[in-house]
């Protein structure tokens, strides 16, 4: 055996995989001292890389967390191939803030019931000539089903303490027309509005709302189908059985040919996970993503726009007080379908293509 | 095992509790193939994250036929391979304490005896054996990390590197031969011997035993 050949096999014999040409290549170390003194120095340097790096720490406390986290925030939106869905999510998004919206369209613009509309700006007639009695802060503690708009930092009662002062904002040819609302319906507008806890007849000032944290959450999910028209069949099924209409059911045409089907629904908060699951079991989930924003500085510029309109309204006259009073019901209605999703509705967006 | 597998199958259908349950049984064994490979702790963790992430979204893929832990370490070994940087192989230093879940131990160096003018320092032999690894083509760092700081079986990293155990077994060689050389020309500008002239011979020795510097 040569120096060439023992070299090659120096590797393999560290690693006790040298069987049959181990005697020959111990045979050759011990006549070439120039060979044997390599392999010397090679096992004493990979000795010494052993002894430098035998201790290696263990993860980083909090690193399975990390990871976890980083899976449910991670955007969807990764590689080129994802432009289309890039697209998709940043219209979402909007949607996300936008769509909730159309819930509440449906429940009063669809009825045709605007006088559903203005009972925040008109409250029951008897109440504009009487103003409410002297019962500025309510007790949550009377009202413990309805909900406190905001949560997080607790009802505003204080900022509330006076009835709004003056003349109520009213909107011109339409309060005549519209009766007032029976107590109970009154109540669920304002629950929707997030002013439940207002005793009857007070005017919530919107100044009282722009402190209010309020957060949306949402879900966003790709899921790749074996056929699309039996797992959308199958998503409107689950989604009935739960008492889920969708507000959104569109079909979308990739770049790339393929159909794309979006589904939006609005969840109840606590029913959003099994719903979630059920859409889970349609095929193979691409992607996952939870949305939560704070919409308090919208909400609150929202507010903002509605206190100038309704000033605005209470001296225009004819065409402008109409377009003003549009402008309004729009507010509202954004401002309703806002506290909802920052309080008992998740939106869930679905993605199927197949 | 069979835990493991269970995790797997729950994993794979999108079940982040289950996956997170597979992190926590494997993330020191990853990690330690990151930190190896990477460098530095904050490298090694963001290689770390990136790679059960990366498992999480293909996991569907992972069909069984291997180790999931074997399997972890392609997807570690692959990133790092691609990642543009150049990645240091960590030799972890003689200085640094180490960090367990117990607490911060220090370091006790036990290695460095015998004559005086074989002996390197601590932090020089730390370094000249960084630098000699650094040289190497990443291929050849991976290669040796598996085998000598991970203790791989030429089939596991064959399983790990997608190759051949022919491959893994020329390119071994050719990593460890090329350290030597690089460690040994260190050494020699130093004027420091890798091996002492009256230690026994390699083939008079015990296989694999230690010899000192």
């Not at chain 1, 402008?327 to 939106?347: C, E, F, P, V, Y």
Request: hydrophobic content about 40%; aromatic content about 6%; proline content about 7%.
């Amino acid at each position: 055996m040569d120096c060439k050949a023992a070299s090659n096999l120096v590797s393999g014999w560290l690693d006790g995989k040298l069987v049959r040409g181990e005697a020959a290549f111990l045979q050759h170390l011990s006549g070439c001292r120039a060979c044997d003194l390599e392999v010397s120095e090679l096992q004493a340097v990979l000795a010494a890389l052993r002894e430098n790096s035998f201790a290696v720490p263990a993860a980083p406390d909090g690193f399975a967390g990390r990871v976890t986290e980083r899976l449910q925030t991670e955007t969807l939106c990764r590689g080129s191939s994802h432009l289309l869905f890039r697209k998709f999510a940043l219209v979402a998004s909007f949607l996300f803030l936008l769509g909730m919206n159309s819930l509440l369209v449906s429940r009063y613009l669809g009825k045709q019931n605007q006088a559903a509309l203005p009972p925040v700006l008109t409250p029951a007639s008897d109440l504009v000539t009487e103003p409410a009695p002297p019962e500025p802060v309510p007790d949550p503690a009377k009202q413990p089903k309805l909900p406190a708009p905001g949560g997080q930092e607790g009802p505003p009662a204080q900022n509330v303490a006076e009835p709004v002062a003056g003349p109520v904002p009213e909107v011109p040819g339409r309060a005549a027309e519209s009766p007032p609302l029976p107590p109970a319906k009154q109540q669920e507008v304002k629950r929707q509005l997030g002013v439940a806890f207002l005793p009857p007849g007070i005017i919530p000032d919107p100044e009282v709302f722009v402190q209010q944290r309020r957060v949306t959450e949402g879900v966003l999910l790709k899921v790749a189908v074996a056929e699309l028209p039996l797992a959308s069949q199958r998503l409107e099924e689950a989604a009935g059985a739960q008492g889920l209409t969708p507000l959104l059911a569109s079909e979308v045409l990739a770049e790339d040919g393929r159909l794309i089907k979006l589904y939006r629904y609005e969840v109840p908060y606590l029913q959003a996970g099994r719903f979630v699951a059920e859409t889970l079991k349609l095929g193979r989930v691409l992607e996952e993503r939870r949305m939560k924003e704070d919409v308090s500085d919208v909400y609150g510029e929202k507010l903002e726009q509605y206190r100038q309109l309704a000033a605005r309204a209470q001296e225009a006259e004819g065409p402008e007080a109409e377009e003003l009073h549009l402008m309004i019901n729009a507010l509202l209605l954004d401002l309703a379908g806002m506290h909802s999703t920052s309080k008992d509705m998740k939106a869930v967006t679905i993605w199927l293509e197949s | 095992m069979e835990a493991v597998s269970r995790l797997v199958c729950r994993a794979q259908k999108r079940d982040l509790v289950a996956f997170e349950q597979l992190v926590l049984i494997y993330q020191d064994r990853v990690y330690a193939l990151a930190r190896h490979l990477a460098g530095n702790p904050l490298d090694a963790e963001d290689l770390a994250q990136e790679v059960f992430v990366r498992a999480y979204r293909s996991i569907h893929t992972f069909r069984g036929e291997s180790d999931f832990g074997t399997w972890l370490h392609r997807i570690a070994v692959n990133l790092w391979l691609n990642s543009r940087r150049k990645a240091a192989v960590a030799v972890v230093s003689l200085d640094e304490p180490v960090t367990t879940r117990d607490g911060t131990l220090q370091r006790e160096v036990s290695t460095l005896e015998g004559e005086p003018e074989s002996l390197l320092l601590g932090r020089e032999l730390n370094e000249l054996l960084q630098r000699a690894l650094e040289g190497l083509p990443k291929e050849q760092q991976a290669v040796l990390v598996l085998r000598e700081l991970q203790d791989h079986t030429y089939e596991e990293m064959a399983r790990i590197l997608n190759c051949s155990l022919g491959t893994v077994r020329s390119r071994l060689s050719r990593a460890r031969e090329g350290l030597r050389k690089a460690v040994s020309k260190r050494a020699g500008e130093l004027g420091v011997r890798l091996a002492a002239k009256d230690e026994p011979c390699a083939a008079e020795g015990a296989k694999g035993r230690p010899v000192r510097f």
